[in-house]
């Protein structure tokens, strides 16, 4: 049973450009999470995708946006890149209906570097 | 912002012996869960305890919850050099919330052979 799938794995982008990552959910879970990792720090979250609409989001700004699509995939977008935005973005699935509250599935995340 | 403050920052300890890692918050929680990074790569989900919990215990690993003082501990037991990676704990806060999870800043965990 496959867990939670990100692509890429590894992104280098130029200031100023816009990038997508996606993530597959875990089979079974329906709810989507995005979170940002900064080089030793924790994970801060940015979004969570559920029945295709954002449900909570994170103080992230609006250059911040996603999507949930009907087989529950889902993408993370980020327009007009800063070197800030540099980090290890991480997808986190969940079962139906438990909104977290048996614990998350995390993929192994997408390392965005902005040059 | 992050929620939780960890402490150790940094812990390194020999094979065998135990590995305690503490977890403090500020507001209130439905529960509170632990997860382990190894490497900088995706996080694994270790042990979840709700707020009406007070300890709670899976295989090698103990956690309490004292939602008077907002802390919990993580205790691993017997380390193995297997443990070596960076644990958080995660706080989902308790009103308003659909699933938001809040981490602390992690605890880096060395077990030496």
């Known amino acids: 049973d496959a867990g939670v799938t990100q692509s890429p794995t590894h992104l280098i982008k130029t200031r100023g450009q816009q990038v997508t990552l996606r993530c597959s959910p875990k089979s079974g879970h329906d709810t989507v999470s995005w979170y940002q990792q900064a080089l030793g720090q924790g994970p801060q979250f940015i979004f969570q995708y559920y029945e295709e609409e954002e449900r909570q989001r994170g103080n992230f700004p609006d250059r911040f946006s996603g999507h949930q699509f009907p087989n529950y995939s889902s993408e993370l977008n980020v327009n007009a890149l800063l070197l800030g935005d540099s980090a290890l973005y991480l997808c986190?699935?969940?079962?139906?209906?438990?909104?977290?509250?048996?614990?998350?599935?995390f993929g192994s995340g997408t390392r965005l570097t902005v040059v | 912002s992050q929620q939780g403050e960890e402490d150790p920052q940094a812990l390194s300890i020999q094979e065998g012996e135990n590995a305690t890692m503490n977890c403090s918050y500020k507001?209130?929680?439905?529960?509170l869960q632990w997860y382990r990074q190894n490497s900088g790569r995706g996080l694994v989900h270790l042990i979840l305890?709700?707020?009406?919990?007070r300890e709670k215990h899976s295989g090698r690993l103990r956690v309490t919850l004292d939602t008077s003082k907002k802390s919990s501990s993580l205790l691993i037991t017997a380390s193995r050099a297997a443990d070596t990676a960076s644990y958080f704990c995660a706080t989902a806060p308790g009103s308003g919330n659909t699933g938001k999870l809040i981490f602390g800043q992690g605890t880096t965990l060395q077990v030496k052979p």
């Open positions: 305890i709700r707020s009406n919990e």
């Open positions: 986190a699935s969940s079962s139906p209906g438990t909104g977290g509250a048996r614990g998350y599935t």
């Open positions: 507001t209130s929680i439905n529960n």
